[in-house]
Nanobody
Framework: QVQLVESGGGLVQAGGSLRLSCEYS????????FGWSRQAPGSQRESVAT????GGSTVVDSRFTISRDTTKNTVYLQMNNLKPEDTAVYSC????????????WGPGTQVTVSS
């Protein structure tokens, strides 16, 4: 099984920055992408960034950057100029194709941005 654990969340003032980390373990031979999503209270979960197997990335906001360090089995989400509306639980996931297909998620980390 693949496991993911997020870290790096916390309380930050508006305009500040945070870098979230997602450390993964388990066998991942082929995958489609890693991703970061967030869910605010009373809202649906939304994707904020993805990183595909070829290294291409997509983000919903230019303030966010997704990257991966294969030597550390870690995916990062750099968030700059944070706003109160960025407050949410941020979770990472990986969509694995082999050896054991599945979409695996971490438990999430809370990000709170104060005004």
């Amino acid at each position: 099984q693949v496991q993911l654990v997020e870290s790096g969340g916390g309380l930050v003032q508006a305009g500040g920055s945070l870098r979230l980390s997602c450390e993964y373990s388990g066998r991942i031979f082929r995958f489609t992408h890693f991703g970061w999503s967030r869910q605010a209270p009373g809202s649906q979960r939304e994707s904020v960034a993805t990183l595909n197997f070829q290294g291409g990335s997509t983000v919903v906001d230019s303030r966010f950057t997704i990257s991966r360090d294969t030597t550390k089995n870690t995916v990062y989400l750099q968030m700059n100029n944070l706003k109160p509306e960025d407050t949410a639980v941020y979770s990472c996931n990986v969509n694995v194709l082999s050896p054991f297909p599945g979409n695996f998620w971490g438990p999430g980390t809370q990000v709170t941005v104060s005004s």
